[in-house]
T-cell receptor, first 119, second 112 residues
Framework: DTGVSQNPRHKITKRGQNVTFRCDPI?????LYWYRQTLGQGPEFLTY????????KSRLLSDRFSAERPKGSFSTLEIQRTEQGDSAMYLC?????????????????FGAGTRLSVL | SQKIEQNSEALNIQEGKTATLTCNYT??????LQWYRQDPGRGPVFLLL?????KEKRKERLKVTFDTTLKQSLFHITASQPADSATYLC???????????FGAGTQVVVTP
């Protein structure tokens, strides 16, 4: 169990540029989640996947944001035309499959995050 | 919409004492409520999960209670240690796919 890996750890970009983040979940986990966290706040849900299917996108995710999970493995989160308000920590989490009332499927394992600074 | 409230002020506590954190929510009771720990610059780490039909859950020095009548969960750290210093996040399960809604967290500082 190597843990959830996120790259890069830090990204500094200029306003208007596009950025892409990558998340590698724990290998046997079929669910993958993206959250955004700003200073002093808890993580806010952005989107999630079951295998390669994107289940829901938060209204926080404007048209400038897109997430993919090809082949149900790693996932990418792209932000186009970045704005200063996009500066935040972007967290990825994954959870293992479970059946019925299984608790284990509801435990999320988080990566260390990608900190984005838009200048 | 569901609102989650956690103490915004940091909790300063002396080593060996019990820290008690509060998580209040406003609307429906979730099927599960979870507590996570987050250290600066790191992602949250799962600590405990409690179901809506459970009153109390324990894990080592940690204890969680869940009162659906009060719409409140309490998180206790007994015999606190400086290594327990971190931010503790309450999270409510929002749907059957595992979507979580987090509170803002409460920072705990344990001094020797």
């Amino acid at each position: 169990d190597t843990g959830v890996s996120q790259n890069p750890r830090h990204k500094i970009t200029k306003r208007g540029q596009n950025v892409t983040f990558r998340c590698d979940p724990i290998s046997e986990h079929n669910r993958l989640y993206w959250y955004r966290q700003t200073l002093g706040q808890g993580p806010e849900f952005l989107t999630y996947f079951q295998n390669e299917a994107q289940l829901e996108k938060s209204r926080l995710l404007s048209d400038r944001f897109s997430a993919e999970r090809p082949k149900g493995s790693f996932s990418t989160l792209e932000i186009q035309r970045t704005e200063q308000g996009d500066s935040a920590m972007y967290l990825c989490a994954s959870s293992r499959p479970g059946t019925g009332d299984s608790i284990t499927k509801n435990i999320q394992y988080f990566g260390a995050g990608t900190r984005l600074s838009v200048l | 919409s569901q609102k989650i409230e956690q103490n915004s002020e940091a909790l300063n506590i002396q080593e060996g004492k019990t820290a008690t954190l509060t998580c209040n929510y406003t609307n429906y009771s979730p099927a599960y409520l979870q507590w996570y720990r987050q250290d600066p610059g790191r992602g949250p780490v799962f600590l405990l999960l409690i179901r809506e039909n459970e009153k109390e859950k324990r894990k080592e020095r940690l204890k969680v209670t869940f009162d659906t009548t009060l719409k409140q969960s309490l998180f206790h750290i007994t015999a606190s240690q400086p290594a327990d210093s971190a931010t503790y996040l309450c999270a409510l399960l929002r749907d059957s796919w595992g979507k979580l809604q987090f509170g803002a967290g409460t920072q705990v500082v344990v001094t020797p």
